[in-house]
């Protein structure tokens, strides 16, 4: 009676042991992650398909194993608070497609051996069938970037402020404030007067757009009545006299 | 024209520059403006044990919430914890190892951590045929696993692996328990049943060649299977009817112990080392030796045992010597007491109360305790670890308490914000809003008069405001210990647990600021039922459910008092507050019904008031079984729930969640395009979502059910739905956002954005417009748009940030089980009306818009992770609250761990940022005026020069 319940038993036991393999793997350090223990304890490995939801955490080393694991294909995800690791999958091959597989690689002079775990990259939000390039099998899994979950308070930066071309152009106009009637000085007065002659037209024209500017109302545009209905009545003809006597003035 | 268009591409251009799409926390906020309660909930095991050999001892505890953790003894911090799959069944310690053994099902795992770091160093499955519950002992080499009720397996520590086994099957002997004995064999205690009586099997094995075989099976007669009552390495005792029999493992003869009193209640423990044994009796306790000799039981004496020793609990301390440890603790008061046993009597005594050490108290008496003893130069010291009834871990050394964790807060099930007093609305000021013309007058200005004294203060305090920048700080001169802060950002959460705890946190400290503890009941409702007012102090009302019984129970959220209550016996069907009541003296209504249909209102006046007066009628959804909704209706008048409708789902649909009614604190009744037409919202109070599975389809629908009608409003139904992984829905406004795991075609979380409209055109509404979609008898279908986006992480709670007007934008803030993380998913990007084309195809309108391209892909985005580098285990529900500021949303997540903080989803529009700097704004300042001083006698020259008409 006891000999033959023990021997159901291990018969029971081989029996799932046959059908189910064991995912091996580590995470390794590169740059994002110069310590492997560095990486928290709680770092999760998942191992996904419907309806199965198997999780582990890495050894102090980096290494994990998965126990238990039916044939079929897994998404294999990494997740960790301090690194973002990209997402494997895994096919378990039952060991026909595994000797399929190796026939079908073998050339006349290589035999390759069946394999039973094949691992290849994937991608989110990528059709499952959609592989990428295959990984070596046990896993060695990098993280491809570290968290970062803030960002610094900008603070008050003279440098900056400096290298703004609007600021620049401010200073460069209150400077030329000051120095321009130092060069009027300079200059005769007639040829001040020939040079305003000649150039008005020029000085206007240029004027006008500044005047459209400040005849320009945000508060119409908003609106949605847009310039279009003012601009050919009103700034044109006073901007222009107003231009015009202040040539005179000077 | 063209110039307009210039202008408006460098304001946009401007914009651009300044507009983060990324929202996250500033390094200097963080830790600041939240916190968070790392929890692992009500300890099943607890032992304190040295991670390394000659180190000091830790606190490792296996709880009910399935945490294995360890905890330091100094300050009562966590130093790691992880959480084990199935339910914690037994953790136990070998060296530089913490061993635990976990069950869901038939499925036995045995599990090995690192005492010192926590990391997980091997997990071995063991499929059971039987789910019978398994046994663990671990010596320094090894583990023994008893699973099947008679598998026993010697699995060795270093790697997980099953070194031999051995089975003990005969079809009748169910084996229960199993250890290590001290001479190196293992002992298997099972009990077989006869027809006439029950036998007490003990096998002993040899373990010691990896190879297990039997050497002795010694079968004793008991009367019933319960009736062990000890098993140590190195002793088996067990009740005989009236007497206490043990034997000496690995030895044939059973023997008597010398009992002084009746057996019934008897307890034991032995010490650490095995050499001595207490027995707890009814009345008295009486304490053992082990014989060097042959092994017997010397009786060395019998103490009585105090009044009420119910509440005692023993604990055989760490310790060279022999101590044993006696806490009884009734209510909070009690005594701790050690026994020696190579001395007679108590060696040393102090008194514990709980409720002097934290002046919170209720915590219901002692639960369990751990305790360790060590010789100093002054005498003994002793150091206790006690577990409450409600749940606490508290240590104490000697009389002193060094710390409590309020591990209670790890079994909540509901929280409610509670606003806090304004302090610059004292009761004087509210007075004088009910006077008129001169009395008010006299009396501001004599209240003016009386307030004189407060002036200094308060000018040194807005000094010290503009000085430091902290506006957060009111400066009104008041000190009040619990008034609201200046922006409304300090509150109290209220809580209620499923062990009847009820507990206050305050937000601007995060710790507990009062609790309340109601054994046996567990908390079925709870709401803020008055907000505070100059008179009244802010009420929360919370609905207990006991043993057949419910109580009512309104307290001062301030202080935890019970201002009110209310008793009855009756079962629990459904709860809910009953909207549109309250004004600032009303408190809320809150209606209760009982499975057989019968309401109880309270306030009972005003809330069958309010009920009579709806004009539509009171109407909530209960599940009927698991796959139907049957929907009801309030009757004042007969005091009942009247069954309006039932909707039968599919057979074979299993409705997993059901979300809280959409539309509140709407802001806007329509969405404005970038053309200035107007998308009207399709607004339905009464509108609820329930998810569905169907496990055979692989499928999930989510349907809209019209409450009020019964009728479903939208349905949509995804197909390739992993359906043994958690779907999570969320209703607010007009927008539903539901998560769920989908296996193909591509593996990995797919989140669904719907937004419900009146019309499919803009600028169009339903005809007639609806003042109130529940009067009307004609169907009102929504029109809806939607999308599907994947994110990265599996999602296990949902929420909508909450603001005071509901203007600011509403993002969704998510749980993300996996990462142990709470992200804000930005509205932004959850945005059903995202084109589907590139930037430069877009229109100048959808541009305006404000809208972002399409992307099926939500990266894997840490910088929206509101609770940064903390990791928050299993939180089960996600609440939101309103700041007084309308940029700012509190969020609260609770489950095992408790976290909370506060976000601004448009930005702080309405706020300083911390990085204003006034000096800069002082330094513009004088430069300017500078400036002017500069030019003015050069203007004044120029003016002058101009009149007098020289160049």
């Given at each position: 009676?006891?000999?033959?319940?023990?021997?159901?038993?291990?018969?029971?036991?081989?029996?799932?042991?046959?059908?189910?393999?064991?995912?091996?793997?580590?995470?390794?350090?590169?740059?994002?992650?110069?310590?492997?223990?560095?990486?928290?304890?709680?770092?999760?490995?998942?191992?996904?398909?419907?309806?199965?939801?198997?999780?582990?955490?890495?050894?102090?080393?980096?290494?994990?194993?998965?126990k238990n694991v039916s044939e079929g294909a897994y998404l294999l995800e990494v997740w960790a608070n301090t690194h973002i690791f990209s997402p494997v999958r895994i096919d378990i091959l039952s060991a026909d497609e595994a000797a399929a597989i190796a026939a079908k690689a073998s050339t006349d002079e290589v035999t390759v051996a069946p394999e039973d775990i094949v691992v290849h990259q994937t991608f989110r939000a990528n059709s499952f069938s959609n592989k990428g390039a295959k990984l070596p099998y046990p896993l060695t899994l990098r993280p491809s970037s570290q968290s970062s979950f803030y960002i610094p308070r900008e603070s008050l930066n003279f440098k900056g402020l400096l290298s703004n071309p609007m600021l620049l152009i401010m200073i460069f106009m209150g400077a030329m404030m000051f120095v321009m009637p130092k060069l009027q000085e300079g200059i005769d007065p007639e040829e001040l007067k020939k040079f305003q002659e000649s150039g008005g037209a020029g000085a206007q024209i240029a004027s006008n757009p500044l005047g459209a500017l400040e005849n320009f109302s945000m508060a119409s545009f908003l609106a949605g009545q847009g310039g279009t209905a003012q601009q050919p009545k009103g700034p044109a003809v006073p901007i222009k006299q107003g231009g015009g006597k202040q040539g005179g003035r000077r | 024209m063209q110039w307009h268009t210039g202008l408006l591409s460098l304001l946009f251009a401007l914009l651009l520059t300044f507009y983060k799409p990324v929202s996250a926390i500033y390094a200097d906020e963080a830790s600041v403006i939240d916190f968070h309660l790392a929890h692992v909930g009500t300890p099943r095991v607890s032992f304190l044990h040295a991670p390394v050999a000659g180190s000091g001892k830790l606190a490792y505890v296996g709880t009910e919430k399935n945490v294995i953790a360890a905890i330091g003894l100094k300050s009562g911090d966590l130093l790691w914890r992880q959480i084990v799959e199935g339910d914690l069944v037994d953790a136990k310690a070998s060296g530089e190892r913490i061993v635990v053994l976990s069950q869901s099902g038939t499925n036995v795992v045995l599990s090995a951590y690192s005492a010192t770091q926590g990391h997980l160093l091997w997990s071995s499955p063991f499929l059971s045929q039987e789910a019978i519950e398994p046994s663990v002992s671990v010596s320094d080499v090894n583990a023994v696993l008893l699973t099947d009720g008679g598998l026993v397996r010697i699995v060795d520590l270093t790697d997980g692996t099953v070194a031999a086994s051995w089975s003990g099957h005969d079809g009748i002997t169910v084996y229960t328990n199993v250890t290590h004995t001290t001479d190196g064999h293992v002992?298997?205690?099972?009990?077989?049943?006869?027809?006439?009586?029950?036998?007490?099997?003990?096998?002993?094995?040899?373990?010691?060649?990896?190879?297990?075989?039997?050497?002795?099976?010694?079968?004793t007669i008991v009367t019933s299977p319960s009736d062990v009552l000890h098993l140590s390495p190195r002793l088996l005792i067990w009740k005989n009817g009236e007497t206490l029999e043990y034997v000496t493992l690995g030895?044939?003869?059973?023997?008597?112990?010398?009992?002084?009193?009746?057996?019934?209640?008897?307890?034991?423990?032995?010490?650490r080392t095995g050499r001595s044994i207490l027995v707890q009796f009814q009345h008295s306790t009486t304490f053992y030796t082990v014989s060097a000799e042959d092994g017997s039981l010397v009786l060395k004496y019998t103490i009585q045992n105090p009044e009420g020793s119910d509440h005692c609990a023993y604990s055989a301390a760490e310790s060279d010597e022999e101590y044993h440890t006696r806490s009884c603790i009734q209510g909070d008061v009690g005594r701790v007491e050690v026994f020696?046993?190579?001395?007679?009597?108590?060696?040393?005594?102090?008194?514990?109360?709980?409720?002097?050490?934290?002046?919170?108290?209720?915590?219901?008496?002692?639960?369990?305790?751990?305790?360790?003893?060590?010789?100093?130069?002054?005498?003994?010291?002793g150091r206790v670890l006690l577990v409450t009834v409600d749940g606490s871990i508290h240590l104490w050394r000697d009389s002193m308490p060094l710390w409590t964790r309020h591990e209670s807060l790890a079994h909540t099930t509901h929280a409610t914000f509670v606003d806090l007093p304004d302090p610059s609305v004292s009761k004087e000021v509210a007075d004088e809003e009910t006077h008129e013309g001169l009395s008010a007058f006299l009396k501001r200005v004599t209240r003016h008069i009386g307030e004189v004294h407060r002036l200094p203060a308060f000018f040194s305090g807005w000094a010290a405001r503009f000085a430091q920048g902290e506006y957060e700080v009111s400066p009104t001169g008041i000190s009040a210990a619990i008034a609201r802060d200046t922006f409304g950002f300090r509150k109290?959460?209220?809580?209620?647990?499923?062990?009847?705890?009820?507990?206050?946190?305050?937000?601007?400290?995060?710790?507990?600021?009062?609790?309340?503890?109601?054994?046996?009941?567990?908390?079925?409702?709870l709401w803020t039922v008055r907000n505070a007012s100059p008179d009244h102090p802010p009420v929360v009302a919370v609905l207990l459910k006991g043993q057949g019984t419910m109580d009512w129970l309104e307290l001062n959220a301030l202080d935890g008092t019970v201002v009110g209550s209310e008793s009855w016996t009756g079962s629990f069907g459904a709860a809910f507050a009953i909207e549109g009541v309250q004004g600032p003296e009303d408190t809320l209504s809150v209606a209760v019904v009982s499975q057989e249909g019968a309401l109880k209102v309270f306030p009972k006046d005003k809330g069958?008031?309010?009920?009579?007066?709806?004009?539509?009628?009171?109407?909530?959804?209960?599940?009927?079984?698991?796959?139907?909704?049957?929907g009801f209706e309030l009757d004042a008048t007969t005091a009942s729930?009247?069954?309006?409708?039932?909707?039968?789902?599919?057979?074979?649909?299993?409705?997993?969640?059901?979300?809280?009614?959409?539309?509140?604190?709407?802001?806007?009744?329509?969405?404005?395009?970038?053309?200035?037409?107007?998308?009207?919202?399709?607004?339905?109070?009464?509108?609820?979502?329930?998810?569905?599975?169907?496990?055979?389809?692989?499928?999930?629908?989510?349907?809209?059910?019209?409450?009020?009608?019964?009728?479903?409003?939208?349905?949509?139904?995804?197909?390739?739905?992993?359906?043994?992984?958690?779907?999570?829905?969320?209703?607010?406004?007009?927008?539903?956002?539901?998560?769920?795991?989908?296996?193909?075609?591509?593996a990995g979380t797919q989140i669904n954005v719907l937004e419900l409209y009146e019309h499919e055109k803009p600028n169009q509404r339903l005809d007639p417009v609806p003042l109130d979609y529940v009067s009307r008898d004609v169907d009102l279908q929504p029109y809806v748009v939607g999308q599907a986006y994947r994110y990265p992480a599996r999602i296990s709670a949902l929420a909508t940030t909450?603001?005071?007007y509901g203007i600011t934008k509403r993002d969704t803030v998510a749980f993300l089980p996996d990462l142990n993380m709470l992200v804000e998913l930005p509205k932004s990007l959850l945005d059903p009306r995202r084109p589907k084309k590139d930037v430069k195809q877009m229109s100048t309108a959808e541009k305006e818009e404000g809208l972002i391209p399409y992307d099926p892909i939500l990266p894997d985005e840490r910088r929206w992770v509101i609770s940064h580098k903390n990791e928050i285990f299993a939180v089960k529900d996600i609440i939101s609250g309103p700041a007084y500021l309308e940029s700012t949303s509190l969020v609260f997540a609770f489950g095992l761990d408790m976290f909370f903080t506060r976000v601004t989803p448009s930005q702080s529009f309405d706020k300083l940022s911390a990085s204003f700097s006034k000096g800069q704004l002082l330094l513009t300042m004088i430069a300017l005026c500078a400036a002017v001083a500069l030019t003015s006698p050069m203007v004044r020259r120029k003016q002058l020069n101009a009149l007098w008409g020289v160049q």
């Open positions: 009676m006891q000999l033959s319940s023990l021997l159901g038993l291990l018969v029971a036991s081989a029996a799932s042991l046959a059908s189910a393999a064991t995912v091996q793997g580590r995470i390794a350090a590169n740059q994002h992650l110069p310590d492997i223990h560095a990486l928290p304890p709680t770092t999760l490995i998942t191992l996904s398909a419907a309806g199965v939801s198997k999780k582990t955490h890495p050894g102090p080393e980096g290494r994990f194993e998965i | 002992a298997v205690v099972g009990t077989t049943s006869n027809i006439a009586s029950s036998t007490l099997t003990t096998a002993i094995l040899d373990a010691r060649a990896l190879a297990l075989s039997e050497i002795l099976v010694l079968d030895k044939a003869q059973v023997m008597e112990l010398q009992a002084p009193a009746n057996v019934g209640h008897a307890r034991a423990f032995s010490s020696g046993v190579a001395e007679w009597g108590v060696v040393k005594s102090w008194r514990v109360d709980l409720a002097d050490a934290h002046s919170t108290g209720h915590f219901g008496g002692v639960l369990a305790a751990s305790s360790e003893i060590m010789t100093a130069v002054d005498g003994l010291v109290f959460i209220v809580t209620g647990t499923e062990k009847g705890k009820l507990a206050a946190l305050d937000t601007a400290t995060g710790k507990v600021v009062w609790s309340q503890f109601y054994q046996g009941n567990a908390a079925v409702g069958m008031q309010a009920i009579s007066a709806t004009f539509t009628g009171i109407r909530f959804a209960v599940t009927n079984g698991s796959s139907a909704v049957q729930a009247r069954s309006l409708w039932k909707i039968d789902f599919p057979s074979a649909e299993v409705i997993q969640s059901i979300s809280a009614a959409g539309a509140n604190h709407v802001a806007s009744i329509g969405r404005v395009l970038g053309d200035r037409s107007v998308m009207y919202k399709y607004l339905h109070s009464h509108l609820v979502g329930i998810v569905t599975t169907d496990a055979s389809a692989s499928s999930v629908t989510i349907y809209l059910v019209d409450l009020a009608r019964g009728t479903i409003v939208h349905q949509a139904r995804h197909g390739d739905v992993d359906t043994t992984k958690t779907v999570s829905i969320e209703l607010d406004e007009n927008r539903v956002v539901y998560a769920f795991w989908s296996i193909g075609p591509s909450q603001t005071r």
